[in-house]
């Protein structure tokens, strides 16, 4: 049996009342696209389509968000959910049931997903809908029960009559259906009276073969979908309290969880600890015992065990095992730390290599830089890199000792256990050994 996914995500979503389509919008690090894509994948779907509006066919925003090998089509006209899954036809010619999603329902588990398509295709059916038990169920589709229990059709809200709207059972636009029964289905489905042609309507025509199934989550979150940014909010933090939670059980500390923002997709080990305030980006993998924050911002990058990263803001970096960060610190566009360096407080290293049980103190800049082990960077210092046109290099060598405030005029090198005086401006390459101070600097070691 094979299962291929369709996500539609081509509605204008206008009650965002944003120039940017919904389902780019972000939840948690990712899109709420992303999110409908990452949930099938856990889930076991390989193969995924996902339908969009002909102008976002092709934009680097839409490639942005989806994970690879998902395929893109286009509807047209905007039509309603049926007509937009007609656009999916020939990617899943293959598939033997398929399971469509809308981009804007995220809380639903993979497990819920899984669920759905195990008792989809034991009970032979033709179409299973994804339901849920809400507290509000005001807006949504309700999906209505025949005396055996399965689904006799959804009908949206303006259609329903007022005992069925009395009901909290919404349907999620998760769907399992029969591949080859759908298509001709999908043909059948009228328009409702505000012109658009509804998916939801097919379950009454399963249901008349006797054929039609849910899968009822009581987990009223699973039925909220984001149409303003009022539900995108809620959305959110749902979504970070599960997360944050799922860290905790499985050996995270996580100070204060109200305050903590992790996205998803974060890997982090275990006894490491997070302070409050503190935001980890998407993407990010953090080692074991490592102490975060408070205040803390790490974004597309991998921590090492045990290091420390107090109050800093570590972007597109590595940070070695054993290294820390001081508080104010950046670290930027491929730093990395070896094992067992420091970086103090307020300094910025932006793609530098700094060697192992190297220090770079308080208030120092280095940039496009390679400094080797058991270096020490005194305050103050700066690579001076760019000279108004292009970026240069500097390379220290190990045991170097750059005294505080030393300017290093790139392109430069510093060699092996050599010294620079405090105040130095160092224009030429340094001999390994030397000693050089002043402005310009010039050696002072006695022959
Ligand atoms: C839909 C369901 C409703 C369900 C609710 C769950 C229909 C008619 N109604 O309502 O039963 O309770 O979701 O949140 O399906 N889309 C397209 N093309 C279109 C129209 C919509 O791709 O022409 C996409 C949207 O981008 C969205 C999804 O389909 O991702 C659902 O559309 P939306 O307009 O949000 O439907 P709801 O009114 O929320
Ligand atoms: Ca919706």
Partial sequence: MTTAGIILAAGKGTRMKSSLPKMLHMVAGVALVGHAVRIMRIAGIEDITVIVSSDLADSAELREALLPRVKV???????????????????????????????????????????????????????????????????LGRIQLDDSGRPSAILEEHEADEQLLLSKLINTAWYCFDNRWIWDELDNVNAADTGEFYLPRVVAA????????????????????????VQLSRVESIMRKRTNEAHMASGVTIDDPATT???????????????????????????????????TQITD?????????????????????????????????????????????LAEIKNSVIGSGSSVSHFSYVGD???????????????????????????????????????????????????????SVVRNDVMAGDTVAGVPAKSIKSK
């Fill in 206 to 229: 399963a249901a008349s073969d006797d054929r039609s199934g849910a899968v009822v989550s009581n987990d009223s979150d699973a039925g909220l979908g984001v149409n303003d940014r």
């Fill in 73 to 139: 089509s286009v509807q047209a006209a905007q039509l309603g959910t049926a007509d937009a899954l007609q656009a999916a036809r020939l990617d899943v010619a293959g598939a033997d049931t398929i399971v469509v999603a809308p981009a804007d329902v995220i809380l639903v588990t993979d497990d819920l997903v899984r669920q759905m398509i195990d008792q989809h295709i034991s009970s032979s059916s033709l179409a299973t809908v994804l339901g849920a038990r809400v507290d509000d169920p005001a807006g």
């Fill in 369 to 423: 830089a390679v400094v080797g082990d058991n270096v020490n960077i005194g305050a103050g210092t700066i690579t001076c890199n760019y000279d108004g046109k292009d970026k240069h290099r500097t390379v220290i060598e190990d045991e170097v000792l750059i005294g505080s405030s030393t300017m290093l005029i790139a392109p430069i090198t510093i060699g092996k256990a050599a010294r620079t005086g405090a105040g």
């Fill in 261 to 295: 923002y992790i996205d998803v997709d974060v890997e982090i080990g275990v006894d490491t600890a997070i302070g409050p305030g503190s935001h980890i980006g998407t993407r990010s993998v953090i080692g074991s015992g490592v102490v975060i924050g408070p205040n």
């Fill in 301 to 345: 990058s991998r921590i090492g065990d045990n290091a420390i990263i107090d109050g800093a803001r570590v972007l597109d970096s590595i940070v070695g095992e054993g290294a820390s960060v001081g508080s104010n610190a950046v670290l930027r566009h491929g730093a990395e730390l070896k094992p067992r360096s420091k970086v103090g407080n």
